[in-house]
Antibody
């Protein structure tokens, strides 16, 4: 059974940093691209970042470019999101999501999400 | 500005067929496939349709998707109360070099 479990969320002050983790199991982690998607309270979905199976290709949403860094450790079956210079508008539930078959085929599996709150 | 436009709300009665539209542009829907997600209250999104009209295993054939030009649609036939959820379209955008989600459509089953 495919499982994605996020951790690392919490309350952080504006300008602070946080590192999210996503532990994957039930599939060959090194064979799939991975993504972070967030959802602000009461709002819609917003794609944050993508990393290819080998880590060689990375994309970011303009809203987080230069502040967030996505990475993965295939040996540990883990995905990460380093978030720096956090702003109030980064407050959201952050989901990690696995590509369905490939880059174009959607996100088939999602974690339960971890809440990040940026507030003083 | 690259956006995917969905109606904020839709509704139907049990057994009815409803459609949800998603309007984009040449840089997103016009150039790439569209995926659809269902999000039930308090839960993570679920992939409903990928590649414009393909269903992942386990998704009932009551759900179907289509694309024409720079627009896409999700159709739900035989509407059921458990279909009450938020629905999002998504497509890659070449101008942004990123994935776009539509604003979401809240479906109410009357």
């Amino acid at each position: 059974e495919v499982q994605l479990v996020e951790s690392g969320g919490g309350l952080v002050q504006p300008g602070g940093s946080l590192r999210l983790s996503c532990a994957a199991s039930g599939f060959t982690f090194s064979g799939y691209g991975m993504n972070w998607v967030r959802q602000a309270p009461g709002k819609g979905l917003e794609w944050v970042s993508y990393i290819s199976s080998t880590g060689s290709t990375i994309y970011y949403a303009d809203s987080v470019k230069g502040r967030f860094t996505i990475s993965r450790d295939n040996a540990k079956n883990s995905l990460y999101l380093q978030m720096n210079s956090l702003r109030a508008e980064d407050t959201a539930v952050y989901y990690c999501a696995r590509d369905n078959y490939d880059f174009w085929s959607g996100y088939r599996y999602w974690g339960q999400g971890t809440l990040v709150t940026v507030s003083s | 500005q690259s956006v995917l436009t969905q109606p904020p709300s839709a509704s139907g009665t049990p057994g009815q067929r409803v459609t949800i539209s998603c309007s984009g542009s040449s840089s997103n829907i016009g150039s790439h496939t569209v995926n659809w997600y269902q999000q039930l209250p308090g839960t993570a999104p679920k992939l409903l349709i990928y590649g414009n009209g393909q269903r992942p295993s386990g998704v009932p054939d009551r759900f179907s998707g289509s694309k024409s030009g720079t627009s896409a649609s999700l159709a739900i036939s035989g509407l059921q109360s458990e279909d009450e959820a938020d629905y999002y379209c998504a497509a890659w955008d070449d101008s942004l070099n990123g994935l776009l989600f539509g604003g979401g459509t809240k479906l109410t089953v009357l």
